[in-house]
C-alpha cells in the first residue's frame, strides 16, 4: 500500500483541531501556552508542512497584523517561532524573514504617480491574508485575526 500525504483540507483540519482542543481546560497561565506549543508541534508533525512553509505563513501573520487595520497576530501563531530549533529553525527564520520584509515594502508603499495603487495593494493583501491564515483560513487557519470595533 502506497502511503500518501495528506490533502490540503486533512491538513488543515489536522492543524485547526489541534489548535482548538487546546483551548479547553482549567489550566495555569503558562499551562495553556505550552499545551498550545505541544498541539501545534504535533499538528504541523502530521502534516506534509515544512519549516519553510510555517515560516512563510508566520512572515504573513506578523506583516499582515503589522500592515491591515484592526490586525491581530493570534496565540496560534505567537507560538511558530518555537515549534523548531536548530537547522529547521533558521530555514523557518529565513522564510518568515523574506515574507515579512515583503509585507513591509507593501506597509511603506510609496507610488507617485498613482497613490491611491497602495491601497488597493494593502487592501487587496490583507484580504488574502485574511482569506488564508485568518479563523477560517484556506492554507493555515487561526494565525491572524483582524477587530473590528
Not at 489536522?14 to 482549567?26: D, E, N, P, R, Y
Not at 497584523?65 to 491581530?72: D, I, N, R, V
Not at 509585507?103 to 482569506?131: F, N, Y
Amino acid at each position: 500500500m502506497v502511503r500518501r500525504p495528506p490533502t490540503h483540507r486533512i491538513v488543515v483540519a489536522c492543524l485547526a483541531a489541534a489548535w482548538v482542543s487546546v483551548g479547553c481546560g482549567t489550566a495555569s497561565a503558562t499551562e495553556p501556552v505550552k499545551d498550545l506549543l505541544v498541539a501545534t508541534r504535533a499538528a504541523i508533525a502530521a502534516t506534509n508542512l515544512t519549516p519553510f512553509d510555517i515560516g512563510s505563513r508566520y512572515g504573513q501573520a506578523l506583516g499582515a497584523s503589522e500592515t491591515c487595520p484592526g490586525g491581530k497576530l493570534t496565540a496560534k501563531a505567537a507560538v511558530l517561532p518555537s515549534v523548531y530549533a536548530d537547522a529547521k529553525l533558521a530555514e523557518f527564520g529565513a522564510q518568515e524573514k523574506k515574507i515579512y520584509d515583503a509585507w513591509m515594502r507593501v506597509k511603506h508603499c510609496v507610488r507617485d504617480d498613482t497613490p491611491g495603487q497602495c491601497k488597493v495593494i494593502i487592501d487587496e493583501s490583507c484580504a488574502t491574508a485574511l482569506s488564508e491564515i485568518g479563523p477560517s483560513g484556506s492554507a493555515v487557519p487561526g494565525l491572524f485575526e483582524i477587530s473590528r470595533p
